[in-house]
């Protein structure tokens, strides 16, 4: 008699929980003394985040007429700000986009609608009057420019995508365009770098995800699949992945992993919910921890990246009644370690002129360093000059340590270069050539192109009056008749 024994197999319902020091990390919003009140946040439809943060200063992109402004100010100067707080305000159209340098803290980069990409230096303290004058005009596209990022390791380079489907890269030591990208067939949604800065990826309103290598604008890869739209991405560290957020074919919000090699097919696919709102997501590689924040929600969920299955971990959510407009990020350097805090938003409610840090901390009961959950980081010291990065080479970021590091002082030194402030492309001068963006703007530029007219008639009217007077003394000359004797002596004579 054969017995057959069956090995039933038991099923288990509790979550499979990854042992991770990250898994009870929890968000933390600032008392109310230590918010920003009072902003007038602006109110434009643009995806993005309209704010920017480093160790010293917030930039917020605010509401105002006539041109685009921001705010800037010094992140320890809580509480309620002015009406009549000093802004930068230099832009005639609005502004789309700002990026501090990640390697000089009184350096941010704005963008605007008046297709100009300028370059600002703000005194330490923060601002005493409004800033109108930039260190830097920089002008190249024929439209607004959406986008601006700054190079991870290289000290003089900056990118901006315009609404012309270009992607400009600037040259900040000579002021100039070194480079244009031009594989876009429509606007440009996202831009992001490697680790070392020898990749850029995008996403574009043409629904495919694109992989490029940025000195030569070579197409590595390119991505289009028709489950996932894309609209944002970001590349994962060290690990060669890419996540994007999009939406299904369903519309359902939905994230997706990519190896940044192959863009055939994603790695996993996930949905996340049915909201409409745009998903930004956000990664830090030194704990390979993802946050994902939508626009207009109130949440941040937040995972953990890993090499192997499931690749994508949940980890707990955030949650919070006031919804966000957009999230600024604070540089690792900035963060308060004794606190273990591992990563800090800065989030923007529109309705309230509010802004409210939020902390994202390790619960951990000792007060010393904790070297475990704050491994060497990216520094504030640049790899790589702008000439050497344009040459071929590739270097990683300087790493620091926040135990010591983050206290160290930066002794970088932004030196504009010195030009007229003009930039003519085929005889046109760029700068007396913006676009109007009213009807008074267009208006004042046609009576001053009439004038132009005018003047520059009169000018010709007066050139051909010397030319006629000019041949009129030539035949003068031509048929006086002592020059007719000399010619008639000159003959005889020989």
Request: proline residues 5%.
């Amino acid at each position: 008699m054969c017995i057959i024994k069956k090995n039933k197999k038991k099923m288990s319902w509790r979550p499979n929980y990854r042992s991770s020091k990250f898994r009870n990390v929890y968000g933390k919003v600032a008392n109310r003394e230590h918010c920003f009140e009072g902003i007038p946040i602006t109110k434009n439809v643009h995806d993005n985040h309209f704010c920017a943060v480093n160790a010293k200063f917030l930039a917020i992109v605010t509401e105002s007429a006539g041109g685009g402004s921001f705010i800037v100010i010094p992140v320890t100067q809580f509480g309620r700000i002015e009406a009549h707080h000093p802004k930068v305000c230099g832009h005639q159209g609005n502004v789309l986009d700002i990026k501090w340098n990640p390697f000089h803290d009184n350096i941010i980069a704005s963008c605007s609608e008046d297709s100009s990409v300028r370059i600002w230096e703000i005194p330490d303290g923060g601002l005493r009057r409004n800033l109108t004058e930039a260190v830097l005009e920089l002008y190249g596209h024929s439209r607004r420019v959406g986008l601006i990022e700054w190079h991870p390791t290289s000290s003089g380079i900056l990118f901006s995508a315009g609404y012309d489907y270009k992607i400009l890269i600037w040259n900040l030591e000579i002021g100039e365009p070194v480079k244009m990208i031009d594989c876009h067939t429509d606007v440009i949604l996202c831009m992001t770098f490697n680790t070392d800065g020898s990749l850029l990826a995008t996403s574009c309103k043409d629904k495919k995800l694109r992989v490029i290598e940025p000195r030569s604008g070579k197409v590595l890869q390119e991505a289009n699949f028709k489950n996932h739209k894309v609209n944002r991405v970001v590349f994962l560290g060290n690990m060669k992945r890419l996540l994007t957020t999009g939406v299904s074919r369903w519309n359902t919000r939905q994230i997706a992993l990519w190896d940044q090699e192959d863009l055939s097919m994603p790695i996993i696919e996930e949905e996340i919910d049915g909201l409409s709102g745009l998903l930004f997501p956000f990664y830090d590689p030194d704990t390979h921890m993802l946050y994902l924040a939508g626009k207009g929600d109130g949440n941040i969920r937040y995972y953990e990246i890993t090499q192997e299955k499931p690749y994508l971990q949940y980890l707990m959510e955030f949650r919070s009644p006031a919804p966000q407009k957009g999230l600024g990020v604070m540089p690792k350097h900035g963060l308060d370690v004794g606190a273990c805090e591992v990563f800090r938003f800065y989030k923007l409610v529109t309705l309230k002129g509010l802004i409210e840090p939020i902390s994202m901390n390790v619960p951990r009961r000792s007060e010393t360093y904790q070297e475990d959950i704050y491994p060497m980081t990216a520094g504030t010291e640049p790899a790589l000059s702008a000439d050497e990065w344009l040459s071929g080479i590739n270097r990683g970021p300087v790493l620091m340590s926040l135990k010591e590091g983050y206290t160290r002082p930066n002794n970088l030194v932004f030196k504009a270069p010195v030009k007229e402030k003009k930039s003519v492309v085929n005889g046109i001068d760029l700068l007396e050539n913006v676009p109007p963006r009213t009807e008074n703007e267009l208006l004042r530029m046609f009576f001053r192109q009439k004038d132009e007219l005018r003047r520059l008639k009169d000018e010709l009217t007066q050139k051909d009056i010397k030319i006629r007077q000019l041949e009129l003394e030539l035949n003068n000359i031509r048929y006086s008749p002592n020059i007719n004797n000399n010619n008639n002596s000159n003959g005889s004579s020989i």
